[in-house]
């Protein structure tokens, strides 16, 4: 059992080098802390307690300062020809094909673009196609790394509403999604899934 433990310890670890939002980074590294304890108690090995415990102390206080931290938002619509969102596609191009893989760029007279800034860094390209009955169909959604902590869906679709309202927007649709992740994180921000395989959220 205790081997076990040790490799779970070991896994945590692991895990916290190779994630790139910094509050997941925390997280695993608090559970990988806090197994290593364990593991350090049931083979008595208290240098290996007291290690991870002092390392566990400067973990927790630097969580509370980051979810102290007070970043600044702020989603600003932009032209759907705007070099800015060819700059974004093309640095972020292999990450983005994984999330929305039958995203092109092709901009129609309908289509609304919008960019989020966090801390004046961009942090999300948001575009959707508006269809009939305020149906704003999602082309893409697409958050950085570093910044997927839900923050930013929760600040376009909560906090910002009333800029997508005020673009006619009732309800927001995906057709399809395909990669677990962004299933996961629409999921948590309201979007019900259908039985054709469509996510939808109603807005108003």
């Known amino acids: 059992m205790a081997l076990f433990i040790g490799y779970l310890a070991s896994a945590f670890l692991a895990a916290s080098l ?14 990988g802390q806090v197994t290593f304890i364990i593991y350090g ?11 991870n415990g002092i390392l566990l102390v400067i973990n927790i206080i630097q969580m509370v300062r980051l979810y102290k931290i007070q970043e600044a938002f702020d989603l600003l619509q932009i032209g759907t020809h705007d070099e800015l969102i060819s700059c974004f596609i093309k640095r972020n191009k292999k990450d983005i094909e994984s999330y929305f893989p039958n995203f092109t760029h092709q901009p129609d007279s309908t289509d609304k673009a919008f960019v989020t800034l966090r801390d004046l860094t961009v942090a999300n390209l948001f575009i959707f196609r508006m269809k009939g009955e305020g149906e704003a169909n999602v082309l893409i959604n697409y958050t950085i790394p570093k910044y997927r902590d839900y923050k ?11 800029k997508l309202l005020a673009q006619g927007v009732k309800k927001i649709s995906y057709d399809k999604v395909t990669h677990p992740g962004h299933a996961k994180f629409i999921t948590l921000l309201g979007f019900t899934k259908l039985p054709d395989g469509k996510y939808e959220r109603q807005l108003s």
């Open 152 to 162: 930013v869906g929760r600040f376009i679709f909560g906090q910002e509403k009333e």
């Open 41 to 51: 108690l049931m083979i008595d090995a208290m240098p290996v307690v007291i290690a």
């Open 18 to 31: 190779v994630v790139s939002s910094a509050f997941k980074f925390r997280w695993y590294s608090l559970g």
